[in-house]
């Protein structure tokens, strides 16, 4: 079962990738997520949290017109420095000095 949804995704990521595309991300996000940590090392909200940012992060990467919400209601390079740090800070948290995105 996928840790986050498309429309979880959409919340913070207003972009033009499909449903379907957000759904394959979050599903390669996920693997990423189950490889890099150990099974209880952050709460599930915590998982559900990571898999939404690193696929939100996924989706403006790959759609150039996309801009955050919700949260990050600032610019596209903002909106993409600020989900990393976020990204980041959860990596670290959960196994001390791991980070994504690079």
Request: proline share 2%; aromatic share 6%.
């Amino acid at each position: 079962m996928p840790y986050s949804t498309f429309g979880q995704v959409r919340a913070v990521c207003d972009t033009d990738v499909t449903d379907a595309e957000i759904t394959e991300l979050i599903e390669e996000n996920d693997w990423l997520i189950d490889q890099r940590l150990t099974s209880g090392s952050i709460s599930v909200i915590g998982y559900r949290r990571l898999s939404r940012m690193m696929t939100a992060f996924s989706c403006l990467l790959k759609d150039p017109n996309a801009s955050g919400l919700g949260e990050w209601s600032e610019d596209r390079a903002v909106t993409l420095k600020l989900l990393k740090a976020e990204i980041d800070e959860m990596f670290k948290a959960a196994q001390g000095g791991i980070h994504c995105c690079s």
